[in-house]
């Protein structure tokens, strides 16, 4: 975002600063400021003690946990109309404006590429329903008014300014816990003869989904010898990242990876090369939670050329990547929109 530009027009910094982008997954619920809560809800009678991870929040006269380990996931491709989907939305926006109690948020929101055209209008338009909420969040009441919604692709949406960072054609791959979401992105020339970066392609993969894999990985943790059997999926996630098992070695650990990890990247890469000409790359990134974890495996898989070796996303936490492109984006698009009013006024 261009700081003169800000300067120079302060009621736009306001708007500006009204955008959230929030990615409500199977797992965690993640915004482009930086939070991340897991997703699991249980509506209950009494609140208990919270943690790093949970809250206590009440909403529409109920009780919930949300961020309970034990608590419900929702992945349905139309979760937006659920109260789950809802509570995880405004338990983030709250959390997401540090010091705010009266907030006016403009979301960014996304889809899967896959469900996309069919969704994007029914997901605005719920959440746009919601208007004004009240929702108190560890003792805290917050008044939350929902200005606008924008609905973006998974794995399908880059900033003017990121996209400066890479070379194309390029291919976009988002590894996400219900979908594996892949887009191509190459120059083309518009009706003014101009080149212009457009999207060509994309593709969603939901037999491509990252969570039974983290399951495959949990049901093994739990199930070693020396193991207590009381892991759940943050713990496995930890013991991936960190690359350390409290109760083995990392030789075994690696071992346990290769065995479930080479064949999931095997088959998945398979399918993108069916689609995709990866011969004619010349960027690969990924994104996504799981992305640094697959990164070899997808390296040697895909066997491109050395100057499109596939690379993290950089510049940003991966698991975070969808929310902060949809953030840059956004605040892009009300940019122009701003500035293109002020132009007519002159």
């Excluded at 191509?184 to 970066?197: A, G, S």
């Amino acid at each position: 975002m261009n700081e003169e530009v800000l300067k120079k027009h302060p009621e736009l910094k306001k708007v500006i600063d009204t955008v959230l982008a929030v990615d409500v997954g199977n797992s965690y619920v993640k915004t482009n400021v930086g939070l991340s809560i897991p997703s699991r809800i249980s509506e209950v009678n009494r609140h208990g003690s919270v943690t790093a991870k949970t809250s206590n929040v009440i909403w529409n006269g109920k009780l919930y946990t949300v961020g309970s380990k034990n608590g419900k996931a929702n992945i349905e491709p139309t979760k937006y109309a659920s109260d789950h989907y809802k509570l995880c939305l405004l338990t983030s926006i709250a959390l997401s404006f540090k010091g705010k109690k009266d907030i006016s948020v403009r979301l960014a929101l996304g889809l899967p590429a896959e469900f996309y055209d069919i969704h994007f209008q029914p997901l605005k338009d719920e959440i746009l329903k919601m208007e004004k909420q009240q929702i108190t969040v560890n003792s805290v009441e917050y008044n939350i008014e929902i200005l606008d919604v924008q609905v973006f692709k998974q794995g399908g949406t880059l900033s003017s300014a990121r996209a400066k960072n890479y070379k194309f054609p390029m291919l976009m791959v988002d590894l996400g816990s219900v979908t594996l979401d892949v887009s191509f992105w190459r120059f083309v020339k518009d009706e003014f003869d101009n080149k212009v970066l457009n999207m060509t392609a994309a593709k969603s993969y939901a037999q491509y989904g990252f969570q039974p894999v983290m399951e495959d990985l949990l049901t093994r943790f739990n199930s070693a010898e020396g193991s207590d059997g009381n892991y759940d999926i943050t713990d496995a996630i930890e013991f991936l990242e960190e690359n350390y098992l409290p109760f083995s070695t990392e030789e075994e650990l690696k071992s346990v990876k290769d065995e479930i990890l080479m064949p999931y990247v095997s088959d998945f890469v398979s399918s993108i090369k069916s689609i995709f000409q990866l011969s004619a790359c010349e960027s690969i990134l990924l994104m996504g939670a799981p992305a640094h974890i697959l990164l070899p495996y997808v390296q040697a898989e895909m066997n491109v050329k050395p100057e499109a070796t596939p690379i993290v996303i950089e510049n940003v936490k991966a698991q975070h990547a969808n929310t902060v492109i949809f953030a840059e984006r956004y605040k892009e698009l009300l940019t122009l929109d701003y500035l293109e009013k002020v132009k007519g006024a002159e």
